[in-house]
């Protein structure tokens, strides 16, 4: 129905559930909706659905490498841990596009990423063709709760793509899943415009992995047509970074010129690799989110954390090394030879800056050409000698993770947020999760900051800024800096609130609060609270099933 007095606003009829968001998250449970619907454990008539801002199914499009591998058996997919027998496995995708056996004969059960985006894509495809209403390409902008007709609902706003049109819909219970967003280090994200696109890239060359094959073709397209060798800075040593240097590796070597720079900065003493050895591997099984749930204190959350760190962030998988450390390994050779013949060697030279971070930026615009990109200055600083290096550079990607804050925003700025205990919450509040058994002191208007431990367990606004999301703006300079001693501006301690969630993914009411009997579940970022497993796809399709049956349950 379209509102007559207003043409750009649409309002639609209530639902039972509206998820936003349709990543792997929703998609599983769309997948488990569609399950119980074919074997009548729900009725029909449940309105469900999920929308999402990509105007068609994506996931990860950025990081789509070519060769590029998933990092996961394949039967951690969006329903084989849940129900092997559901429509909705990798091996029934396979079955369905006639690869079953070529997939056998590979004797291995890790896909590509293509193939697993491939796989992700016919998901929500049959999702939809089973009854789940999708919105492609509406971002959500507001959840607010209203009262209707002596019902609590909770109405959820989007802006359509690109039309601007907006669209409000009611639901009775939402589930967030608003997935990663890219972290830049601060003093690269100031020089950024606070919507990235390809188009910025081609004029502030300064862009994070996230959307490396967005990007990269049509900005080598537009800065090797001089010839002359390009200097690319990647910044970060975790995997994305390692398989973008590669990537960028190979195609440099395939252009025209040769005597390209790429150097890798990373702040650590060298590249450290990833465990997923068996044994280790058990702490993304689905029994290890009971365990880690029911951890009773933060200073053990954060010893576990810690122990298992390596599994996931900051390192890069051994083959990925390996292929790394021999790229390196023959530019050294090549330089022996070249040395002895006194010839040039013209072959693209990878670097890696080893335990430096970036403490300084600044952009350069192109006397000789204004319509080719900026150039980026960085200042760079060596965390044993304290010595600065300037260097200029042509582009330079973040390889420097991501984020999970979009979801605090949407509640922060509803009026449910006095139900979770968000009231007084601001953009520097820091948010943290915390399981149903721990001793909540809810805000009384004063701001809470009892966090001593676990420091690591708290979503807080860092040195970073994640892009696309919030166009908060950071305090950091991105002049070069003229001592030695680099520090950030000192910042004041952020206030931080806790809210509970209950082992269901179901964030829980503040004791004060009127228990409305709207849910709003969250998924994909409750690492703190039920483990690492929880930001990969590794529980998705487990926890679909738990989020279904605790909502089905106090139906
Ligand atoms: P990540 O593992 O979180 O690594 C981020 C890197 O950026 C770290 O080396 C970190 O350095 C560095 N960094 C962060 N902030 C920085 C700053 N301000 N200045 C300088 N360096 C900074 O991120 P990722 O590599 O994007 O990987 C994220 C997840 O995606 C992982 O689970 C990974 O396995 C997954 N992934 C999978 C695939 C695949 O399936 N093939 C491909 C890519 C990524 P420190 O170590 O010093 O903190």
């Known amino acids: 129905m379209t509102d007559s007095s207003n043409p750009t606003h ?66 951690k997919d969006l329903a084989t841990l849940r129900n092997p027998c559901s429509y909705f496995t990798f091996l029934n995708y396979l079955h369905s596009q006639n690869r079953l056996s070529a997939f056998i004969n590979r004797s291995t059960t890790v896909p590509s990423r293509r193939e697993f985006a491939d796989y992700l894509g016919w998901a929500a495809r049959e999702a939809e063709k089973r009854g789940v209403d999708v919105a492609y390409g509406e971002e959500v902008v507001s959840i607010s709760k209203i009262r209707v007709e002596e019902r609590d609902l909770i109405e959820v ?44 890239t081609l004029s502030v060359p300064v862009f994070h992995t996230s959307y490396y094959m967005i990007s990269i073709g049509s900005l080598l397209d537009k800065l090797t047509q001089s010839g002359t060798p390009l200097k690319v800075a990647m910044v970060g040593g975790g995997q994305s970074c390692a398989e973008c240097l590669i990537d960028l590796y190979n195609r440099l070597e395939g252009s025209s010129h040769g005597g390209h720079q790429i150097d890798m900065i990373i702040r650590k003493d060298s590249l450290k690799p990833s465990d997923d050895t068996p044994f280790v591997n058990e702490i993304f099984d689905p029994a290890a989110t009971d365990e880690w749930y029911n951890l009773p204190t933060d ?23 390996d292929n790394l450390y021999e790229l390196i390994y023959e530019q050294k050779l090549s330089d022996a030879i070249a040395s002895r013949k ?16 970036v403490v300084g930026a600044n952009l350069i615009a192109r006397e000789k050409d204004a319509s080719l990109p900026h150039r980026v200055t960085l200042i760079r600083q060596n965390a044993r000698t304290h010595q600065l290096i300037e260097d200029t550079y042509d582009i330079v990607i973040c390889g420097t993770g991501y984020e999970r804050k979009t979801w605090i925003r949407l509640l922060r700025e509803s009026n449910l947020a006095k139900d979770f205990g968000l009231a007084s919450a601001t953009d520097d509040t820091r948010v943290r999760l915390v399981p149903a058994h721990y001793d909540v002191q809810f805000e009384t208007g004063k701001p809470f900051d009892n966090v001593k431990e676990g420091a690591e367990l708290v979503q807080e606004p860092d040195n970073d800024r994640h892009l696309n999301t919030e166009s908060g703006t950071s305090s950091s300079s991105s002049t070069p800096p003229s001592s030695p001693s680099i520090s950030l501006p000192p910042r004041s301690l952020p206030q931080t609130i806790q809210l509970r969630i209950s082992r269901a993914y179901k964030l829980l009411p ?46």
């Open 157 to 200: 706003t989007s802006r359509r793509s690109p039309s601007d049109e907006v669209v409000v819909r009611r639901t009775k219970d939402i589930i967030l899943s608003t997935g990663p967003s890219p972290r830049l280090p601060r003093v690269l994200a100031v020089l950024q415009p606070p919507q990235w696109t390809t188009q910025s």
């Open 510 to 555: 503040a004791p004060s609060a009127l228990d409305t009997g709207n849910r709003v579940y969250l998924q994909g970022c409750e690492e703190a609270t039920h483990g690492l497993s929880d930001t990969l796809l590794s529980v998705a399709s487990i926890r679909s099933g738990e989020v279904l049956d605790d909502l089905l349950n106090a139906n």
């Open 299 to 321: 200073r053990l959350r954060a010893q576990v954390l810690y122990e298992y760190k390596n599994t996931n962030y900051s390192v890069v998988n051994p083959k990925t090394i």
């Open 10 to 75: 649409t309002q639609i009829d209530a639902f039972d559930l509206l998820g936003v968001g349709f990543g792997p998250a929703n998609i599983a449970i769309a997948a488990a909706i569609s399950d119980k619907w074919s074997l009548n454990e729900l009725k029909q008539n449940l309105r469900v659905i999920f929308v999402d801002k990509n105007t068609v199914f994506q996931w990860h499009p950025g990081m789509l490498i070519p060769g590029a591998k998933m990092q996961i058996s394949c039967l």
């Open 342 to 357: 006194g010839e040039n060697v013209s072959k693209t030279r990878v670097n890696l800056r080893i335990n430096e971070t």
